[in-house]
């Protein structure tokens, strides 16, 4: 099963959106709406910010939202603060129990 | 508090075996399953095994199949993973994460402990 792919980097000035793609196959992001997206600070463990493709876990701040199209999911922040520059990392049911995560995405504000 | 407290990790030698385990508090560990995940230095996460609260289904990633075990006590709120036949691939942060219920996500993270394969 191959890492999905993301982009390396995307960057963006405070207030402004940023949106991160996840290109998996039709064997994972194309077949399920099971993709969840993580953000990851330096030294902490992966934060749950989307799961089954748009729904947000409580206390995950609106300005957070996903969406999918065909094999390519999608995560966008608005309104992008400071506090957002870290890792964000999607992940897909893969069929058979199995999960497949992304190759990471370093967000950065300018 | 929801919490997963992970602990076992360390140094071990190719071939090698090491235990983890994963206290978990705050929620009824029973009624979730539970997975472990791992994240070698500067890359993304794996997910390497799935277990069912009865651990009555057990599943895990090719990479790790026939060397790794999972199991669990859930009289002592308790997640484990044996590792056997390590090799310098296993290296990586070893997580515990607990599933969110029928969304194919993992909603609680331990902090990871973290194991080193290396002669």
């Known amino acids: 099963q191959s890492a999905l792919t993301q982009p390396a980097s995307v960057s963006g000035s405070p207030g402004q959106s940023i949106t991160i793609s996840c290109t998996g196959t039709?064997?994972?992001?194309?077949?399920?709406?099971?993709v969840s997206w993580y953000q990851q600070h330096p030294g902490k463990a992966p934060k749950l910010m989307i799961y089954?493709?748009?729904k947000r876990p409580s206390g995950v701040s609106n300005r957070f939202s996903g969406s999918k199209s065909g094999n390519t999911a999608s995560l966008t922040i608005s309104g992008l603060q400071a506090e957002d520059e870290a890792d964000y990392y999607c992940?897909?049911?893969?069929?058979?129990?199995?999960?497949?995560f992304g190759t990471g995405t370093k967000v950065t504000v300018l | 508090e929801v919490q997963l407290v992970e602990s076992g990790g360390g140094l071990v030698q190719p071939g090698g075996s090491l235990r983890l385990s994963c206290a978990a508090s705050?929620?009824?560990?029973?009624?979730?399953?539970m997975n472990w995940v791992r994240q070698a230095p500067g890359k993304g996460p794996e997910w390497l095994s799935y277990i069912t609260g009865s651990s009555s289904t057990i599943y895990y990633a090719d990479s790790v199949k026939g060397r790794f075990t999972i199991s669990r006590d859930n009289g002592k709120n308790s997640l484990y993973l044996q590792m056997n036949s390590l090799r310098a691939e296993d290296t990586a942060v070893y997580y515990c994460?607990?599933?969110?219920?029928?969304?194919?996500?993992?909603?609680?993270w331990g902090q990871g402990t973290m194991v080193t394969v290396s002669s």
């Open positions: 994460a607990r599933d969110h219920v029928d969304t194919a996500a993992f909603d609680v």
């Open positions: 992940c897909s049911y893969a069929g058979s129990t199995t999960y497949v």
């Open positions: 089954e493709g748009s």
């Open positions: 705050g929620f009824t560990f029973s009624t979730y399953s």
């Open positions: 039709g064997s994972d992001v194309g077949s399920y709406n099971l």
